[in-house]
């Protein structure tokens, strides 16, 4: 079971657990879990900003992250995606992607000391993807 924290086009946020997420699906289950109550919920991607597979649902507050290439030769193409609400996300992904039939794409973070392993962001949320060669200043 993958952990994950969900961002929805309206802003609200769920956190839970999800072992049948597909890009290829419309929708997934997530579960969260209180006690000895398991509560499942269906999520349409259609209704997301973005999914996020984290390492810890708390994260770490004092974490200050990079906003910024370095040289390396980490793979995949380096990018900054700003999404439709101005949220910015550094990162990594195979290929650029432009498929508007796409229902998404899957991101690496650039900062891999964050709390976030990977992401799958909701293209209809999407306003750009930048190519970025960046080397801070």
Same mark, same amino acid.
């Given at each position: 079971?993958? @952990?994950?924290?969900?961002?929805?086009?309206?802003? =609200?946020?769920?956190?839970?657990?999800?072992? *049948?997420?597909?890009?290829?699906? &419309?929708?997934?289950?997530?579960?969260? =879990? *209180?006690?000895?109550?398991?509560? #499942?919920? #269906?999520?349409?991607?259609?209704?997301?900003?973005?999914?996020?597979?984290?390492?810890? +649902?708390?994260?770490?507050?004092?974490?200050?992250?990079?906003?910024? +290439? @370095?040289?390396? *030769?980490?793979?995949?193409?380096?990018?900054?995606?700003?999404?439709? !609400?101005? =949220? @910015?996300?550094?990162?990594?992904?195979?290929?650029?992607?432009?498929? &508007?039939? *796409?229902?998404?794409?899957?991101?690496?973070?650039?900062?891999?000391?964050? #709390?976030?392993?990977?992401?799958?962001?909701? #293209?209809?949320?999407? @306003?750009?993807?930048?190519?970025? !060669?960046? =080397?801070?200043?």
């Amino acid at each position: 079971m993958n @952990k994950v924290v969900v961002h929805t086009i309206q802003g =609200e946020v769920f956190k839970g657990f999800t072992g *049948d997420f597909s890009k290829d699906k &419309p929708a997934f289950l997530l579960s969260s =879990e *209180d006690g000895a109550i398991r509560v #499942n919920q #269906n999520i349409k991607l259609e209704n997301l900003k973005a999914i996020f597979f984290v390492k810890t +649902f708390d994260g770490d507050f004092l974490h200050k992250t990079m906003h910024y +290439f @370095k040289s390396d *030769d980490a793979y995949g193409k380096k990018v900054l995606v700003t999404f439709k !609400d101005g =949220e @910015k996300f550094y990162g990594r992904v195979e290929a650029m992607h432009s498929d &508007p039939e *796409d229902t998404g794409f899957f991101i690496f973070p650039l900062d891999t000391s964050s #709390n976030t392993i990977r992401a799958f962001v909701i #293209n209809g949320f999407v @306003k750009s993807v930048q190519s970025m !060669d960046l =080397e801070p200043d």
